[in-house]
């Protein structure tokens, strides 16, 4: 049995017992064991199943480990975290979904349960590289999907894709005019076409997607509860919020605020405040140090420090289909916001996918060094830094800064790789060369808009290099192995909020975080680490999620609400995996290039384009 009491034995008995495991603890003093014990949401034991007997008493729960992998709590270093939870029960989430007419399907579906008023809307987590097709959805199969239900589909940062019915309750017409950064898509008579282009700026996609309804009260918090349920239901126990476009400080944050003093987070989250106002950000800046500071909070919910941006001008948008921004000057605004936070003890985090972004912005943090302004004793980053230069991580280092990395480029990075070549993509990110100069390297997903949420994805992506559609870009010079990727998704997003020394590792003293993985990380073929979940996944000593033998075990939560949720008929994360006999492959193939084949044909024959008869003999090639 995975669970069972045992008789007491000595007073001060622990809370949870986990033994007959392989468990690898992130310790180099004790790298591996078989048992832990738990009491009050803290690691009192490591070792052996003889070990932990004694600590078993009345009231212990007692997992059998089964012999399964178990590894610290996953720690997303980069996660809009709040915000996917505010809006996660009404997002139709095609993560994971093999193939466009898989993904239609479900949409089609969706619109007919959705009530009036409301969107049906896929917003992120996957990439047309993972579709059989590999291709988007076009406005005329959203149309004829949804014909009445407004439907949004966001595409990485780079597009989106409306119906009619979303163009109509957007308000977007022939004379909306472009905004900055972005493109509506017009036909040739002016009317817009369905598509939005990010040009390169995504704000065009967020301000369409802020028009459609959103959660209000206890709904909002179901909603953030099953989110957090669906990171744990992987293994994650922390994350790191980079807050981002259209998350106000502190109306936005109030769910996880209430969430925490209730005692119901299942996640511990530390969270960044951003601007939102381009013109307004140091006004922002100064507000929020007046009401806060890093630190505040517990070890479920805290303040981390700013950004991911901390002025407007210094964004570098990242969509690879466009050209890389020229940007204005913004040095003098930048320095600015830089001194305020360094004077009032604030660290902070720095979305820059270029090099001739990061470049610029070293150069106004070397003015500060000079000045012993800088860093002053605050912890900060760079995010992303696809195309950051050996030169650049030589003065990220000096300056004493770290680097968070995500896998942005298993969704984009045929993009990449077509726009900058194959000698840029398989250098981006440099990961070999910023371990090699000691800093911390930390991972995250970047997830919910553009990557999944899902870690296994970005944990292959680490170890393999690949893309979702398989293609390798980066070459094994420039890859890490799995204990290195596993490190930075646990002991290094602990470095980012100065929390090294309670979690990332299991050792007595540190939270009793962990997971129970339904495959072992280290000898699972590498191209199934993706498909990895967690069974049993632990956060302060709570079993916050349960599946398989453990079934029943973790917390119970609120159903979903409302119940025309797109999460309460299909879920979240779709876990399919393809099938290991290649011969069973091909037999799908072909089933599906014969069915796709016969919508072909009847389409053909409706539009009077086919002479033969019904069940006649069909060959397209030679009926064009």
Not at 37 to 48: E, L, S
Not at 355 to 364: F, G, K, N, W
Not at 522 to 543: K, M, N
């Amino acid at each position: 049995m995975p669970v069972g009491g045992l008789v007491p034995r000595a007073t001060g008995a622990a809370d949870l017992v986990v033994r007959n495991a392989t468990i690898c603890t992130g310790d180099p003093r004790r790298p591996q064991a078989e048992a832990l014990a738990v009491r009050d949401g803290v690691i009192t034991v490591v070792g052996a199943d003889k070990d932990v007997a004694a600590h078993v008493g009345p009231q212990t729960k007692v997992v059998d480990g089964l012999g399964r992998r178990i590894i610290p709590g996953l720690n997303d270093a980069h996660l809009h975290v709040i915000r996917g939870g505010l809006n996660y029960v009404l997002e139709l989430r095609w993560d994971g979904v093999g193939s466009l007419r898989q993904g239609l399907a479900m949409l089609r579906e969706q619109a007919m349960r959705t009530p009036k008023g409301q969107w049906v809307r896929v917003v992120g987590g996957w990439s047309a590289e993972q579709f059989a097709e590999r291709r988007l959805p076009t406005v005329a199969e959203l149309n004829a999907a949804a014909p009445e239900t407004p439907v949004f589909v966001l595409h990485l940062y780079q597009s989106a894709v409306l119906n009619r019915a979303a163009l109509k309750a957007a308000g977007l017409g022939k004379d909306t005019p472009d905004p900055r950064g972005g493109q509506i898509v017009r036909g040739r008579d002016g009317e817009p076409t369905g598509m939005l282009l990010a040009a390169p700026s995504a704000l065009v996609l967020y301000s369409v997607l802020a028009k459609a309804p959103v959660l209000e009260g206890e709904d909002r918090k179901t909603s953030t509860r099953h989110f957090l349920r669906e990171l744990n239901r992987f293994g994650l126990t922390s994350a790191i919020d980079a807050a981002g476009g259209f998350q106000n400080f502190p109306e936005n944050y109030s769910t996880v605020v209430e969430l925490a003093a209730e005692g119901t987070l299942s996640l511990r989250i530390a969270y960044h405040l951003f601007p939102q106002t381009a013109g307004q950000e140091l006004d922002d800046l100064r507000r929020w140090i007046e009401m806060t500071r890093p630190g505040d909070g517990d070890a479920w919910l805290r303040l981390n420090g700013a950004g991911e941006n901390l002025i407007w001008a210094a964004t570098d948008f990242e969509n690879f289909s466009q050209p890389r921004p020229e940007l204005t000057p913004y040095e003098a605004e930048f320095e600015t916001a830089i001194r305020l936070l360094m004077e009032h003890g604030w660290g902070f985090r720095l979305h820059a996918t270029y090099d001739e972004t990061i470049s610029r912005d070293l150069a106004v943090f070397e003015k500060l060094a000079v000045e012993e302004l800088f860093p002053a004793g605050n912890r900060w980053l760079f995010d992303h830094a696809e195309t950051v230069s050996p030169d650049s991580l030589d003065r990220i280092a000096a300056l004493g800064g770290a680097v968070s990395v995500q896998n942005r480029l298993s969704f984009q990075g045929e993009a990449f790789l077509r726009r900058y070549g194959p000698g840029a993509a398989a250098d981006a990110p440099p990961l070999r060369e910023m371990l090699q100069r000691g800093l911390t390297v930390a991972a995250g997903t970047d997830a919910t808009r553009v990557s999944t949420y899902n870690p296994w994805v970005a944990l292959h992506w680490l170890v393999s290099g690949r893309t979702l559609g398989g293609l390798a870009l980066r070459p094994p010079s420039n890859r890490v192995d799995r204990s290195t990727a596993l490190e930075m998704f646990t002991r290094a997003g602990a470095a980012l909020t100065g929390e090294e020394s309670v979690k990332g590792v299991l050792r007595p003293g540190f939270y009793a975080d962990l997971a129970v993985l339904s495959e072992d990380y280290f000898t699972v073929a590498e191209p199934d680490i993706a498909h990895i979940e967690s069974l049993l996944t632990v956060a302060g000593g709570r079993i916050v999620y349960a599946a398989a033998e453990y079934e029943g075990l973790d917390e119970e939560l609120p159903a979903v609400s409302p119940d025309w949720s797109p999460v309460a008929h299909y879920g979240g994360y779709q876990s399919g995996r393809p099938a290991p006999v290649p011969g069973v492959r091909q037999a799908q193939l072909i089933g599906e290039a014969v069915s796709e084949s016969e919508e072909h044909r009847l389409w053909r024959t409706g539009h009077g384009l086919t002479p033969h008869p019904a069940g006649a003999f069909f060959d397209p090639c030679f009926a064009l």
